[in-house]
């Protein structure tokens, strides 16, 4: 069974930065690609970045594009999701989602797995 467990979430002052975690367990091997999506209130969720082996860490054309880093622990399958420089409208829940095949998507329908969800909140 597949799982994504995600954490690092929070509070923070414009400017902060939060490190985002997402765990993955219950795929055979290694090739599957990560995408990183975000939801705010009354929006769709939207694609941010994707790690994969075959496209490595991409970064989505997204007001948030160039304060970001995604990073991938594969021996402990991990992938993170730095973020710096956070402003009040990069505040939303934040997910982590898989998909079975090694290729990125921007699409949030692309994907057959999702964590939970975590909120991110940047406010002064």
């Known amino acids: 069974q597949v799982q994504l467990v995600e954490s690092g979430g929070g509070s923070v002052q414009p400017g902060e930065s939060l490190k985002l975690s997402c765990s993955v367990s219950?795929?055979?091997?290694?090739?599957?690609?990560i995408g990183w999506f975000r939801q705010a209130p009354g929006t769709g969720r939207q694609g941010i970045g994707c790690?994969?082996?075959?496209?490595?860490?991409?970064e989505y054309a997204t007001s948030i594009k160039g304060r970001i880093t995604i990073s991938r622990d594969n021996a402990n399958h991990t992938v993170y999701l730095q973020m710096n420089n956070l402003k009040p409208e990069d505040t939303a829940v934040y997910y982590c989602?898989?998909?079975?095949?090694?290729?990125?998507?921007?699409?949030?329908?692309?994907?057959?797995?999702w964590g939970q969800g975590t909120q991110v909140t940047v406010s002064s």
């Open positions: 989602a898989a998909r079975h095949i090694h290729f990125c998507s921007e699409y949030h329908f692309h994907y057959d797995y």
């Open positions: 790690a994969s082996r075959n496209d490595g860490n991409i």
């Open positions: 219950g795929f055979p091997s290694d090739y599957y690609a």
